[in-house]
Nanobody, 118 residues
Framework: QLQASGGGLVQAGGSLRVSCAAS?????MGWFRQAPGKEREFVAA????????NYADSVKGRFTISRDNAKNTVYLQMNSLKPEDTAVYYC????????????????WGQGTLVTVSS
């Protein structure tokens, strides 16, 4: 079970951190987002070691994914937020690293809404 939290309303240029706690340890944890009327898209993923996290081009340099294995928790620090970052953010888990296709992730959290105002 994955439990996401930390969404909210922020002004453009601001920062926000979302978290996702897993009930068990998982090898790869990732974040996806889905804006109204759009498909769910990959944001970032991180494996157990935390080395070489993977990011979507649209968030590189602005978002940072990290994890605390002792707490089975993954974080997504979002800086320099833009209105186009507005979406429901979902955490997900899978057993293999390198996937950006949401179909490759078998476990999903309930989502947390991030709204960036202009």
């Amino acid at each position: 079970q994955l439990q996401a939290s930390g969404g909210g309303l922020v002004q453009a240029g601001g920062s926000l951190r979302v978290s996702c706690a897993a009930s068990v340890s998982v090898y790869v944890m990732g974040w996806f987002r889905q804006a109204p009327g759009k498909e769910r898209e990959f944001v970032a993923a991180i494996n157990w070691s935390g080395r070489n996290p993977n990011y979507a081009d649209s968030v590189k340099g602005r978002f940072t994914i990290s994890r605390d294995n002792a707490k089975n928790t993954v974080y997504l620090q979002m800086n320099s937020l833009k209105p186009e970052d507005t979406a429901v953010y979902y955490c997900a888990a899978t057993g293999s690293y390198g996937y950006t296709d949401p179909l490759k992730y078998g476990y999903w959290g309930q989502g947390t809404l991030v709204t960036v105002s202009s």
